[in-house]
């Protein structure tokens, strides 16, 4: 397979031609569900982004405190048991969203440190 | 809020009694779409696991390397630029396909491991 106009290679691997040809192209046909898996995820996660941009907004603008302890421990109850539902490892399911909470609350922090810096000379 | 049959309380605040009612009203609303989002990110990596097991066994079965180097050079350029469209930080992207894929080659590496193990006395 040939890149695509926009540079991407679906059949770049470091195995090609160390492999029968209907073994890589079943491994192709797998891999391009997950491409496909993984732009929605992109997209999804933008959104997901966009919404915890909106609560950091509301907490920088009241002064609430960046991170939720009763919130989060409530989210990673929830998303342990859909994750067991889904036939996902609940402890991964867990270990995501810490992920995705640290980096939300390094957000939340950086817009609440921006709103409290005193305005430069030529600040707007 | 009460909880829900499921045990989960979407209400679930530390800033519970803390915050103007109008102010939480507009929280938990936001919270509602994160939730929503959430359960969807859960059953796409479900689903993301599935497609991933099934290259794992292929790998398994063909004494295939657990990591492919080129494939996921190709996949980190192809979320990166994805992740530009989709108003998402590309360090994130990154950053976040790396913590997925550190878990596919796991489940790779132990289920390689698991096909070598010499079968015990009441092995199957």
């Keep these: 397979m040939s890149e695509s106009s926009s ?8 195995l090609a031609g160390q492999v029968q040809p209907e073994v890589m192209a079943e491994l192709l046909s797998v891999r391009s569900s997950i491409d496909n898996i993984d732009a929605t995820l992109v997209y999804l996660l933008a959104e997901r982004f966009k919404a915890t941009q909106r609560v950091g907004i509301l907490k920088a603008e009241h002064q609430l405190p960046a991170g939720d302890p009763d919130r ?23 270990k995501f969203l810490n992920f995705i909470i640290s980096e939300v609350i ?6 609440s440190e921006n709103r409290r810096l005193p305005e430069g000379p030529g600040g707007s």
């Design 106 to 111: 390094r957000h939340h922090q950086a817009l």
């Design 7 to 14: 540079g991407y290679d679906p059949g770049a691997s470091s």
């Design 72 to 94: 989060e421990a409530a989210q990673i109850t929830r998303l342990r048991a859909l994750a067991e539902e889904a036939n996902l490892d609940p402890a991964f399911a867990e």
